[in-house]
């Protein structure tokens, strides 16, 4: 069984930065795919970031130049550094990870954490 925990969310102004963490847990897992996507209040869940096992990242256009992607592959954690946050970026975020546990390959979700951008 795969776990996703994610923390570093909260309540921050606009143009404040965050930084959002995420460790995986299991037996034997191997991260194809490590990522953030989000969801705020009536809008679908959508991708914010993807970093893959070459080190290709991905990210949604209204994220870039502000949002940066990284991980450890060693310590099954990747983070999300977001700057110059806007009000728009408030949702509930959630980490991601397509994994290879030697018999099966499957996506996994964490249980999400809050981020408010707020005068």
């Known amino acids: 069984q795969v776990q996703l925990v994610e923390s570093g969310g909260g309540l921050v102004q606009p143009e404040g930065s965050l930084r959002l963490s995420c460790a995986a847990s299991g037996k034997s897992i191997n991260i194809i795919i490590m990522g953030w996507y989000r969801q705020a209040p009536g809008k679908e869940r959508e991708l914010v970031a993807t970093?893959?096992?070459?080190?290709?990242?991905e990210y949604a256009d209204s994220v870039k130049g502000r949002f940066a992607i990284s991980g450890d592959n060693a310590k099954n954690m990747w983070f999300l550094q977001m700057n110059g946050l806007k009000p728009e970026d408030t949702a509930v975020y959630y980490c991601?990870?397509?994994?290879?546990?030697?018999?099966?390959?499957?996506?996994?979700w964490g249980q999400g954490t809050q981020v408010t951008v707020s005068s």
């Open positions: 991601y990870a397509y994994v290879d546990t030697g018999l099966l390959r499957a996506p996994y």
């Open positions: 970093l893959n096992n070459r080190m290709s990242t």
